[in-house]
């Protein structure tokens, strides 16, 4: 009896004592009671353009699991290589420019290559390697061209590098999901270089002493890279970046020769070429990572006179599966709403890319914790479960959302798929005590799933039915 008390006591001492360091290691962590809209607040400068940082530490991100970023490429501005410890969805804002990534595992599939003639010989000495290197001029992974509305899946470990090759910026915002087990790092954005540097550091990076980031290739011995790559001492120094700061955007003078195919038709701005899907075969190597979500003609809502909806998840990019993320285009006019929502079974980081909306949110108290204007370059989060409405206040309100789920879903609160149109009217009218009448009109005077107009009062009469 005594040995079985003891364990009791020692068992609930470790409760305790487990439950306490949590408690310190994580102190409010979601007290969400009080929202704000965010604005990049690092800059990292580049010599080719710059990238701004989110605080990856403010309680909305750091409670979601998000890290944001805004990339801005100068003209011949190029993106050089590297991979993150978190998968992300970026969305092309502004501009054009080409972009390629480096799948582990997966072959070159874009070659350039001389004619060889049928059974050429390696000469004597002469290494496979070498005789390969001299059928091809150049052989690498997939290049494909980006543009406005783009929206690009990148999981962990994969290194991306984009290029500008427009006459304009090129802006790009990117949301990585620090929270996905895929992370097995803490809640920390952590991009490793494969080029250039960071002269300024990982200013967001607590407890680490402040100083330059180098890339990869900076940590290992010269002796070691030169026998890793068969090359000299001199080339190996060179690719450590050590007395350059250029930063991990640079400018390329004169052509950026790389293999890639002709721009087709449609893409400089119209309307996007069809792609179809080959679900059964794809693989990692091959499957698609771009989707477009800026053309109305293949929007999931559009109202001419209100505006459009488009979302992307893993039924119409199956790479988001892996990633557990997906997205939600949304362009609406002046005086249109979208109905009040809440996300089901995901997070969101919502940003604007263009124009202002009125935005008021709802927590699990029945507190309203955000009733603000919100306007261009400007970052909300919108946790799971909260109620939400947008109004668009200027003559064009245009935002992205990154959600926290390969196939993020939403309940309305009003309208003709909401969670009101489902409940009796019965309890509509004990519930709020009103009358069967008023009830009925609760229930039945929005007839829209999505989009409605703002302006007006109370509408009379049998309501018109909209798509």
Not at 7 to 26: C, D, K, M, N, P
Not at 246 to 261: A, D, H, Q, S
Not at 301 to 327: E, Q
Request: aromatic share 8%; proline share 5%; with cysteine.
């Amino acid at each position: 009896m005594g040995r079985s008390s003891s364990l009791l006591s020692f068992s609930f001492t470790l409760f305790i004592l487990f439950h306490g360091y949590t408690a310190q290691q994580w102190p409010n962590e979601c007290q969400l009671d009080q929202l704000n809209a965010l604005e990049a607040d690092q800059i990292i400068e580049s010599e080719g353009g710059r990238i701004e940082v989110f605080n990856h530490h403010a309680p909305q991100l750091r409670c979601s699991g998000f890290a944001f970023e805004r990339f801005v490429i100068d003209p011949q501005g190029l993106y050089l290589p590297t991979f993150l410890n978190a998968g992300k969805l970026t969305f092309v804002v502004n501009g054009r420019g080409l972009m390629g990534r480096v799948v582990p595992g997966c072959a070159e599939t874009f070659m350039d290559s001389e004619v060889i003639q049928p059974g050429e010989q390696f000469g004597e000495g002469q290494e496979q390697g070498q005789g390969q290197g001299q059928g091809f001029r150049d052989m690498h992974q997939k290049v494909e061209h980006i543009r406005c509305g783009d929206t690009i899946a990148t999981p962990p470990g994969v290194a991306q590098w984009i290029y500008n090759n427009g006459n304009e910026p090129l802006i790009l915002v990117s949301a990585a999901d620090l929270a996905n087990n895929q992370n097995q790092l803490d809640r920390n954005l952590r991009p490793f270089l494969l080029a250039g540097n960071n002269p300024q550091g990982q200013k967001w990076l607590q407890g680490r002493r402040q100083q330059k980031q180098n890339n990869i290739f900076n940590g290992f011995a010269p002796e070691i890279l030169a026998k890793a790559f068969k090359i000299n001492i001199q080339t190996a120094r060179q690719l450590q970046n050590q007395d350059v700061n250029r930063g991990n955007i640079v400018k390329v003078n004169g052509p950026f020769g790389v293999i890639r195919p002709p721009l087709r038709r449609g893409q400089q701005g119209g309307q996007q070429p069809q792609v179809e899907g080959n679900g059964l075969e794809e693989t990692l190597c091959t499957m698609r990572f771009t989707e477009n979500l800026d053309d109305p003609s293949s929007a999931d809502v559009y109202k001419p006179s209100l505006g459009y909806i488009s979302t992307l998840n893993s039924y119409n990019l199956p790479i988001l599966r892996s990633l557990r993320l997906s997205a939600l285009r949304g362009s609406i006019r002046n005086n249109a709403m979208v109905l009040p929502q809440w996300n089901v079974n995901a997070n969101a980081a919502l940003y604007v890319t263009n124009g202002k909306a009125h935005i008021q949110m709802v927590n699990d108290n029945g507190q309203r914790v955000f009733d603000q204007e919100i306007s261009k370059g400007q970052l909300l989060v919108v946790p799971q479960g909260f109620a939400v409405v947008k109004r668009a206040t200027g003559e064009q309100f245009e935002w992205i959302e990154f959600k926290s789920h390969e196939n993020a879903q939403i309940n309305t609160l009003a309208g003709r798929t909401s969670v009101m149109r489902g409940l009796p009217l019965e309890l509509i009218s004990h519930g709020y005590q009103i009358s069967l009448e008023e009830a009925r009109r609760v229930k039945f005077s929005t007839l829209e799933t999505t989009l409605t107009h703002s302006s007006g009062g109370p509408m009379s009469g049998r309501p018109r039915v909209e798509a």
